[in-house]
């Protein structure tokens, strides 16, 4: 099982700046790789796949990049509907598919 | 409009036997695999395991495999996760998703409290 791994646990940032979330991989996930956003009470929301597109309905100001093992998600000026919980997840070859552990951005 | 429906919470005593179900609506059910994710009280997201209606294939997460049963019955397009015997540990809210791998719709979630 590919272990996914999610840096820093909690990232305090000011509304306006930029935030810039980590995902490692325990071996290579090539591209296929997604990230969510989850607000307080609920269901998470798709917000980018492939590594680097952003899905229907998503701010530009969220982006995308890496491959194989190091990926980032940033967000270019925190608004404040974006204090939120990111969760990465890899959907490699087959199942399972794992996600990381959750980063928590919240307000500085 | 693709849809997740879930069905409603559930309190339950330890040893119990659950079933809880994922009604899809919108868009051909046999054409992504279906995921079963559980979050604990303050917790993270795990993936349990999903299946895929088209042809019943069904994976699951090391950590739950033996723990849980995902089933699908694609003549009312409905996933279903199930349980023979409940811990106190399996309160949760878990949700159902779909998509190519990522997932890109998501249920409500389904709160699952075993209490004795």
């Known amino acids: 099982e590919i272990v996914m791994t999610q840096s820093p646990a909690t990232l305090s940032v000011s509304p306006g700046e930029r935030a810039t979330l980590s995902c490692r991989a325990s071996?290579?996930?090539?591209?296929?790789l997604a990230w969510y956003q989850q607000r307080p009470g609920q269901a998470p929301r798709l917000l980018i796949y492939g590594a680097v597109t952003r899905a229907t309905g998503i701010p530009v100001r969220f982006s995308g990049s890496g491959s194989g093992t190091e990926f980032t998600l940033t967000i270019s000026s925190l608004q404040s509907e974006d204090f939120a919980v990111y969760y990465c997840q890899h959907y490699n070859n087959w199942p399972p598919w794992t996600f990381g552990q959750g980063t928590k951005v919240e307000i500085k | 409009e693709v849809q997740l429906v879930q069905s409603g919470a559930e309190v339950k005593r330890p040893g119990e036997s659950l079933k809880i179900s994922c009604e899809a609506s919108?868009?051909?059910?046999?054409?992504?695999?279906i995921a079963w994710v559980r979050q604990m009280p303050g917790e993270g997201l795990e993936w349990m395991g999903a299946?895929?209606?088209?042809?019943?294939?069904?994976r699951y997460s090391p950590s739950f495999q033996g723990q849980v049963t995902i089933s699908a019955d694609k003549s009312i397009n409905t996933a279903y996760l199930q349980w023979n015997s409940l811990k106190a540990s399996d309160t949760a809210m878990y949700y159902c998703?779909?998509?190519?791998?990522?997932?890109?719709?998501w249920g409500q979630g389904t709160l699952v409290t075993v209490s004795s």
């Open positions: 919108g868009y051909s059910f046999v054409t992504y695999w």
């Open positions: 071996q290579s996930v090539s591209n296929n």
């Open positions: 998703a779909t998509g190519p791998g990522r997932l890109d719709y």
């Open positions: 299946i895929y209606p088209g042809d019943s294939d069904t």
